[in-house]
């Protein structure tokens, strides 16, 4: 089977829900955010923004309003439980949290900040850094109180937050990938 860096890299991330409290170095993150610059875009419109906060009090303030928001419209048990739960914290603890937001007048934004989030990802994991995809935050962005966090952030008026990355030092290294699902693959030749 054929392999190389990316491959491997690709193989070789899992989500990380367990970080140490050390901040993550600048260079790390720059490389980090600049490779979600990278991600590609329907038109190149790159009409995208990304928001680092590393900042413990906001971070903090962030996961309590989620779980706030949250327990008011979600509909999953899953959901209401992790929300009601003193212990959890929406990041998992993660230093620092790039929130993606888009131009919400962009063709398909979402899907463009999802390949920026993903990149972002891959990038953290083949510079050492653990990372989990988070879209709990956005209980908060869509709640009412919503457009005031996404002032303090300063989050550009016009744009929405799709999603964003926790990234931080692993506390325990990942069990390794579970078994692939079989049958997803079909071939027309």
């Known amino acids: ?68 928001a949250a327990l008011q419209v979600a509909d999953s048990e899953f959901i209401r439980q992790a929300a009601s739960s003193e212990n959890f914290n929406v990041f998992y603890g993660a230093p620092t949290v790039v929130i993606v937001s888009g131009d919400e007048k962009a063709m398909v934004i979402d899907l463009d900040c999802a390949a920026a989030n993903q990149t972002m990802l891959l990038a953290a994991q083949s510079v050492g850094l653990g990372s989990c995809w988070i879209n709990f935050v956005l209980f908060l962005f869509n709640s009412p109180g919503g457009e005031e966090y996404k002032k303090q952030l300063g989050i550009p008026a016009g744009y929405k937050p799709f999603c964003s990355v926790a990234l931080g030092y692993k506390n325990a290294e990942p069990a390794g990938a579970p078994p692939r699902k079989e049958g997803l693959i079909n071939y027309i030749r």
């Open 1 to 68: 089977m054929l392999t190389n860096e990316t491959l491997t890299t690709i193989k070789q991330r899992r989500s990380i829900r367990a970080f140490k409290d050390e901040q993550i170095k600048d260079n790390e993150l720059q490389a980090v955010v600049e490779a979600g610059t990278f991600a590609p875009s329907a038109r190149n419109q790159q009409a995208w923004h990304f928001t680092v906060v590393q900042n413990k009090e906001m971070l903090a303030t962030l996961s309590r309003e989620a779980k706030k």
